[in-house]
């Protein structure tokens, strides 16, 4: 079972029926991201040189044929980040940064063998978000990315690959507060349900012997 397997609890999450109010029955204070701001920007590199890193397994044999290139993770990194707010529009900024997309890219040897190596594709960004005033609680830009390239060929003079990559950027405004929320109190969790694969699914149902009339005759 989970929570969205034919569980049955008013204590779990899921979609409301009848007065959200219903069965509300403290504040509860939690810890969490609160977003101020955030946007999205997706684009479209192409001929965008790949540098190559972290071979698995060590020492290929070049050339290298390109296989693949995606993220391996949702977190990008973000450096050269400049914030200047804007006198003329009250609580905006614009932000300009440079945010490093991981990713990693699968390719083949000269000798047929498999392998695996980290790149990163920088993408800049020169955006406008909505900035908090001054706190004690210093608020904080961070990026979340995601990457994939499709195509791309070996570069015989720096071991590099040439590839098309179409990239998304979140850029978002955050600090991490401690904020009041209405709560239905604690979730009820489900007990767990074993994957098994039905290899005998429709097998077991048949019944153990033909149905029929006994002592039938053909005629």
Do not use: H, W
């Amino acid at each position: 079972m989970s929570f969205f397997c034919n569980f049955q609890s008013s204590q779990c999450p899921g979609q409301i029926t009848g007065n959200a109010v219903n069965g509300l029955c403290e504040k509860v204070c939690v810890q969490a991201q609160k977003i101020f701001d955030a946007c999205i920007k997706q684009v479209q590199l192409e001929n965008y040189t790949l540098t190559l890193t972290d071979f698995t397994p060590q020492n290929p044999t070049y050339p290298l044929t390109f296989v693949s290139a995606r993220s391996v993770t949702s977190s990008g990194n973000i450096t050269s980040l400049a914030v200047d707010r804007l006198a003329d529009k009250q609580g905006c900024a614009r932000v300009r940064a440079t945010v490093e997309v991981p990713v990693e890219v699968a390719y083949t040897d000269t000798a047929g063998e498999e392998g695996v190596a980290q790149a990163v594709i920088t993408v800049s960004q020169d955006v406008l978000l909505y900035v908090p005033a001054p706190s004690i609680m210093p608020y904080k830009i961070t990026a979340e990315v995601s990457g994939v390239c499709t195509e791309g060929s070996f570069n015989a003079g720096d071991n590099t690959f040439s590839v098309n990559a179409c990239i998304t950027i979140i850029l978002k405004v955050s600090i991490d507060v401690q904020i009041l929320l209405p709560s239905y109190g604690y979730c009820a969790i489900p007990p767990a349900q074993d994957y098994s694969k039905e290899v005998c699914e429709g097998f077991f149902e048949l019944p153990l012997y033909p149905r029929g009339k006994s002592c039938s005759k053909c005629k």
